[in-house]
């Protein structure tokens, strides 16, 4: 349910996202100009290997910042401008995925609860808005309580979400200088990189939890 006083409501959140978007592209160009040794999926095969973790793939895939870890199949998919190249962007990102591997080999809590939460919050995001479209249409207060508790699912999953891509840039900002791919001097650029892309993940989460509040405020007639 998309209206001008929710846009006015969620106008903090959306502004922090688009100073996010610029930030995470600014450091990436930086970063990807200071060399270093290893590629980007040369960089996740050794902190991989050296976990014990051979048995997790690596495949490139098109797109731009794309990667991620499937913990279905055991793969980190890395992005055309992860995969091959040497740079302080490249491995930071792929040390990042390598880090959600990690936490998936020791059953990270977090993960663990997130994986599961997958599809529940899949289809609220899907179908809240329905039920409370619905709901309105028809006069019937269940149906809009239904679509919020529905859309409270995918706040939820960004709230578990937060403290699985923190840890997994904790991470790989220490593996990266543990293995010695990034020199001291050089990881100021990785944590610009993965500090700006955490705030991604915060501008989500804001405005996951201030849409649910305007949905509550607005359509539980707790609004005067």
């Known amino acids: 349910m998309f209206s001008l006083e929710l846009i006015l409501w969620t106008a903090p959140a959306m502004l922090l996202a688009f100073w996010a978007q610029m930030r995470v592209k600014s450091a990436f160009a930086a970063a990807q100009k200071v060399p270093v040794s290893l590629s980007g999926a040369a960089a996740a095969r050794h902190i ?11 495949e490139q895939i098109p797109g731009q910042l794309s990667d ?25 990102i792929a040390a990042h995925e390598a880090g959600h591997a990690l936490q998936d ?11 599961a939460a997958v599809p529940v919050a899949g ?3 899907n ?4 039920l409370l479209i619905g ?15 529905a859309f409270a699912c995918v706040v939820v999953f960004q709230l578990v979400n937060l403290p699985v891509e923190f840890d997994a840039s904790a991470r790989a900002k220490r593996l990266l200088v543990e293995h010695h791919i990034v020199a001291d001097q050089d990881m100021v650029y990785v944590n610009r ?4 892309a ?6 989500a989460t804001l405005q996951a939890v201030i849409t649910l509040l305007y949905y509550i405020i607005r359509y539980t007639g707790s609004r005067n």
């Open 48 to 58: 991989l290997d050296a976990a014990g973790l051979q048995d997790v793939g690596i």
């Open 68 to 92: 991620h870890y499937d913990p279905r199949a055991k793969v980190l998919r890395l992005s055309q401008a992860v995969y091959g190249i040497r740079s302080t962007a490249a491995v930071g």
């Open 105 to 115: 080999a020791k059953n990270y809590a977090p993960l663990v609860i997130r994986n």
């Open 135 to 149: 709901g309105l249409i028809m006069q019937f207060p269940p149906l809009i309580m239904l679509g919020i508790a």
């Open 198 to 203: 955490a705030w991604t993940y915060v501008a």
């Open 127 to 130: 179908a809240s808005m329905f």
């Open 193 to 196: 990189v993965l500090n700006a």
């Open 123 to 125: 289809f609220g995001s």
